[in-house]
């Protein structure tokens, strides 16, 4: 005798499918957290650079500067800090307020990637890429080893999160 065995299937509910949050891949994860920490530091910076901004600052390294031989890959690296401190000393209120109104977009930005929002990929592009224009704008060209690796690293990071705009929404 056979007991008679029941196959239930269960058909999801293509309605309730609709509403169930999505799982965030992996790598997002990982680029939203890291954006967080990034975030975090770089507010800790832009008001540390601030305050650190100041002509006696400048005039120490002019200083230093004297004290060196022309020609000198040490003289060449302190005249560039010197260029750069004498335009972030002159433009010392333009640069706190775009960094940290370009760090408040990212950070934005990433919370609304957290939510698998497309709209928060473009806000995180804007304060990622203002900065670098801004500053090669004021330099007149992207120089300087800090620049250019600042330049390189929001770059790598607007393309990364490029590589997840698939598993995002229009909304």
């Given at each position: 005798?056979?007991?008679?065995?029941?196959?239930?299937?269960?058909?999801?509910?293509?309605?309730?499918?609709?509403?169930?949050?999505?799982?965030?891949?992996?790598?997002?994860?990982?680029?939203?957290?890291?954006?967080?920490?990034?975030?975090?530091?770089?507010?800790?910076?832009?008001?540390?650079?601030?305050?650190?901004?100041?002509?006696?600052?400048?005039?120490?390294?002019?200083?230093?500067?004297?004290?060196?031989?022309?020609?000198?890959?040490?003289?060449?690296?302190?005249?560039?800090?010197?260029?750069?401190?004498?335009?972030?000393?002159?433009?010392?209120?333009?640069?706190?307020?775009?960094?940290?109104?370009?760090?408040?977009?990212?950070?934005?930005?990433?919370?609304?990637?957290?939510?698998?929002?497309?709209?928060?990929?473009?806000?995180?592009?804007?304060?990622?890429?203002?900065?670098?224009?801004?500053?090669?704008?004021?330099?007149?060209?992207?120089?300087?080893?800090?620049?250019?690796?600042?330049?390189?690293?929001?770059?790598?990071?607007?393309?990364?999160?490029a590589?997840?705009l698939?598993?995002?929404?229009?909304?």
């Amino acid at each position: 005798m056979k007991i008679f065995q029941v196959e239930t299937t269960y058909k999801t509910n293509d309605l309730l499918d609709e509403h169930r949050p999505k799982e965030m891949p992996g790598m997002l994860n990982t680029l939203t957290i890291l954006t967080f920490i990034g975030c975090g530091l770089g507010y800790i910076m832009s008001v540390w650079g601030y305050i650190q901004s100041t002509p006696e600052k400048l005039a120490q390294a002019q200083e230093q500067r004297a004290k060196m031989e022309d020609g000198s890959f040490g003289a060449k690296m302190l005249d560039s800090s010197i260029q750069m401190g004498q335009i972030n000393l002159d433009n010392k209120n333009l640069l706190l307020i775009v960094n940290l109104v370009c760090i408040t977009l990212c950070l934005v930005g990433a919370l609304q990637m957290r939510k698998l929002k497309k709209q928060g990929y473009y806000l995180y592009a804007a304060g990622e890429l203002a900065p670098v224009v801004l500053m090669a704008g004021l330099v007149g060209s992207l120089t300087g080893f800090s620049m250019i690796f600042s330049a390189a690293f929001a770059l790598l990071f607007v393309i990364l999160y490029a590589t997840q705009l698939k598993y995002m929404e229009t909304k």
